[in-house]
């Protein structure tokens, strides 16, 4: 099993920059590739961004291309979701998840674990 905890949310406003961090824990051995969700209120979760299991291949949904990026420390067992220039529809709660595939995916079901999620309010 593999547990992933969300931090970094918060309420900021739009321009702003904010760092997401998601911990992983357990059988993280077994993880490839981990990406970046979102769910505003009353829509579905939709992909953010995922990132391969080196670190060396990222992919991004076109709303966010330019101005997220996701990094990881495997050290650390830690991926990262930096958000910069902040839009009003970022606002969404935010969850990383981790899949054991080999290659980068941006379907929900193909994760296997998920984050209990993080807030992420931006006002205009």
């Known amino acids: 099993q593999v547990l992933l905890v969300d931090s970094g949310g918060g309420l900021v406003q739009a321009g702003d920059s904010l760092r997401l961090s998601c911990a992983a824990s357990?059988?993280?051995?077994?993880?490839?590739?981990m990406g970046w969700f979102r769910q505003a209120p009353g829509k579905e979760r939709e992909f953010v961004g995922a990132?391969?299991?080196?670190?060396?291949?990222?992919y991004y949904a076109d709303s966010v291309k330019g101005r997220f990026t996701i990094s990881r420390d495997n050290a650390k067992n830690t991926v990262y979701l930096q958000m910069n220039s902040l839009k009003p529809e970022d606002t969404a709660v935010y969850y990383c998840?981790?899949?054991?595939?080999?290659?980068?995916?941006?379907?929900?079901?193909?994760?296997?674990?998920w984050g209990q999620g993080t807030q992420v309010t931006v006002s205009s």
């Open positions: 357990g059988r993280t051995f077994s993880i490839n590739a």
């Open positions: 998840a981790a899949t054991t595939a080999s290659r980068l995916v941006i379907l929900i079901t193909q994760y296997n674990y």
């Open positions: 990132i391969s299991r080196s670190g060396g291949s990222t």
